[in-house]
């Protein structure tokens, strides 16, 4: 103690000394506390959002984000053979922020859609659903048949647990209600169908389920459904609720999509959480129509090029792209549609990954050829790439650029898709505009000269391989106002430009 305060504390009075130690003993256990006391659990949290400042984006946990992933079939939950808790790390290892889970009103029977080891397609006895099994065998794939009036407990916990468990791991769940049959083998398997319940209920053609006067009695069944899961998903926030899956197939009625999103809010109007409701419209683009004022994410499938988002950029919404395939099983066409479609301006891209199987929950299952689309373990660390590039900017100042950008040279196969906060950053994908060229695009190197309208500043660019994420040329410009030009290095596939003010 030095002399100075020695002589300071011999001119305290005793009580002035004793608030001293108490007010320090406070300090010292309020500082435990804090340490001892655990992170906040995402049941305590506000529930992923649109971003109040660019509600073609999220808010998730307090940050601006994009939902970018590479995912599974559909079935993590309704399929019992399936780890779900190995997929969930697999998705946080590889970077990865978003899945989608149907709830098992909708079932597939093995080799549909001739996909391999289908985790919508559960094995004998291995299916689980909201509705409990009755006393009355019967069931085609294994069991008795459903009560559709009766809950199966053991479904929603595995449910909580999915969702929570997801949440640990930092991955937004869709939950996707319901799903059209598409043909008779799936409306076989359906809980739904009078054949599979003890209830007398749908007695009816696959293509009238959905409707709002064709239904059979199940639109009742529907709509305690929906009451039941938002009262058991009420307190999470890494959740969104997909009403229906490909609805412009099977019959599915917009009217009928409708009373569903009015179920979904009426039965959380009393929760003190709201969860975004997201909705299918169409494979490939569509203007949306009578948009519902509840709806909030505006999903599409196959949606290459993102003429989309342009089409629908004015509801100021998010533009999502779910569901990818039927390209191959090459990953360059679906990083092709994840850049383009985020880059022109879509805040969701979800693809369908068929690496990951009951028993390969770690995504290393080898499809065969003929699988209807991609994903593998080197594919998600692209998607991951993508993510981390679109992340690195404060991209809810940014929009679409629809001029001001000129290429100046480029490959004539190649177009370009750019986001800008103006006057401070690019962010521009170079890619085939066919991805289904682009595997024969890739042969040779080739560049591109890009000429860019600009306020005079310091800017520094990054020309990025969206295939491993390295940086391939960096540059540092002082620019007088006007056209600055960039010249990019030598690339084969395709390329990314990150350009910000210093």
């Known amino acids: ?25 406070f300090v010292i256990t309020l500082l435990f506390w804090q340490m001892a006391a655990p992170a906040q659990s995402a049941e305590s949290q506000q529930p992923i959002a649109l971003h109040p400042d660019n509600p073609h984006y999220f808010v998730f946990r307090g940050q601006p984000t994009v939902l970018i992933t590479s995912a599974e079939h559909y079935g993590a939950v309704l399929n019992l053979n399936f780890d779900y808790r190995k997929y969930l790390d697999t998705l946080a290892k590889d970077g990865l922020n978003n ?63 999915f969702v929570a468990y997801a949440g640990q791991r930092g991955v937004v769940v869709e939950y996707t209600f319901f799903c059209p049959f598409y043909d008779e083998s799936q409306w076989k398997l359906s809980p739904q169908n009078a054949a599979n319940n003890v209830n007398g209920l749908g007695n009816v053609a696959r293509t009238n389920v959905y409707t709002l006067d064709r239904h059979g009695g199940l639109l009742a069944v529907h709509e305690a459904l929906v009451r039941k899961v938002v009262a058991e998903l009420k307190n999470f926030d890494n959740l969104l609720y997909e009403i229906c899956n490909e609805p412009y197939f099977g019959g599915v009625t917009l009217a009928w999509q409708h009373r569903i999103a009015d179920v979904i809010v009426d039965a959380e109007k009393g929760f003190p959480k709201k969860h975004l ?8 683009k569509a203007r949306v129509e009578r948009p519902h004022p509840a709806v909030s994410v505006f999903n599409f499938h196959y949606a290459q090029p993102p003429d989309t988002v342009v089409m629908n950029y004015h509801l ?13 099983t090459n990953d360059l066409p679906y990083r092709v549609e994840a850049w383009q479609f ?24 080898v499809y065969p050829d003929s699988q209807p689309g991609g994903g593998n373990p ?7 790439v993508l993510k981390d590039f679109i992340h690195g900017f404060d991209f809810v100042r940014m929009k679409p650029w629809n001029s001001g950008l000129e290429a100046v040279s480029l490959d004539p196969g190649f177009v370009i898709y750019a986001l800008t906060e103006p006057g401070r950053s690019v962010a521009a994908y170079l890619g085939p505009k066919n991805p289904r060229e682009a595997l024969k695009l890739r042969a040779q190197d080739r560049r591109a000269t890009l000429a860019l309208e600009l306020p005079a500043g310091v800017y520094h660019s990054e020309w990025v391989s969206p295939l491993t994420g390295s940086v391939e040329k960096r540059e540092t410009h002082q620019h007088s106002g006007g056209r600055l ?11 990314a430009l990150k350009l910000m003010i210093r």
């Open 1 to 25: 103690m030095s002399r100075h305060t020695q002589s300071h504390w011999a001119s305290e009075t005793p009580i002035i000394r004793r608030l001293r130690r108490v007010a320090g003993a």
């Open 99 to 161: 899945t989608r889970t149907f709830s098992g009103a909708y079932v597939e029977p093995l080799g549909a859609f001739k996909i391999a080891r289908n985790t919508l397609a559960p094995d004998k006895d291995r299916f689980t659903c909201p509705w409990a099994r009755s006393g009355t065998p019967g069931y085609p794939n294994g069991g008795n048949k459903f009560d559709l009036t009766k809950w199966d407990e053991s479904y929603f916990n595995r449910l909580k647990d």
């Open 277 to 284: 409701i997201t909705q299918n419209i169409a494979n490939d």
């Open 316 to 328: 100021n919404k998010v533009i999502g792209d779910n569901e990818t395939g039927f390209r191959g």
């Open 342 to 365: 985020i880059l022109a301006g879509g805040g969701l891209f979800n693809h369908l990954d068929y690496s990951f199987v009951a028993g390969h929950e770690d995504g290393t299952f």
């Open 378 to 384: 080197a594919f998600r660390r692209q998607m991951k």
């Open 485 to 495: 030009v960039l010249d990019s290095p030598p690339f084969r596939e395709d390329l």
